[in-house]
């Protein structure tokens, strides 16, 4: 049932946000001060390809950079994404078919507000 679901939120939306993700990787690893923020974008892009069965963990390796870098992503562009995954979650939970989908965009937003100092990681 995992692979269904992710064949088909590859073909009706992953595949376009994990190019999203990917080229604003690209984009941000230009410079060397964007490199950490383009590490988490490809993170973003790698969950939003194949949600189904993954899942992003707390890895307990934190520190402070892990605060500031986390805060500099919520302010930058990390509510924005947030707030587009929520209302996409929304949107798709109003259909009975559309909730597995408007599950993983919530999963999906809770990794785009805060996501230093987190793990992609299979499960079941």
């Not at 992003?56 to 986390?70: K, M, W």
Request: net charge positive; with cysteine.
């Amino acid at each position: 049932m995992k692979t269904l679901g992710n064949l088909l939120w590859l073909v009706l939306a992953g595949f376009w946000l994990a190019v999203g993700y990917a080229v604003g990787g690209l984009l941000l690893c230009v410079t060397i001060i964007g490199i950490p923020f383009g590490i988490q974008s490809f993170k973003l892009a790698a969950l939003a390809l194949w949600p189904f069965g993954r899942s992003a963990v707390i890895d307990g390796s934190g520190g402070f950079l892990e605060i500031v870098f986390n805060l500099i992503w919520l302010f930058t562009f990390g509510w924005a994404i947030f707030l587009a995954h929520i209302a996409a979650g929304i949107l798709l939970c109003v259909t009975i078919i559309g909730i597995p989908f408007g599950v993983q965009a919530f999963k999906i937003s809770g990794l785009a507000l805060w996501p230093f100092g987190r793990t992609i990681v299979n499960f079941g």
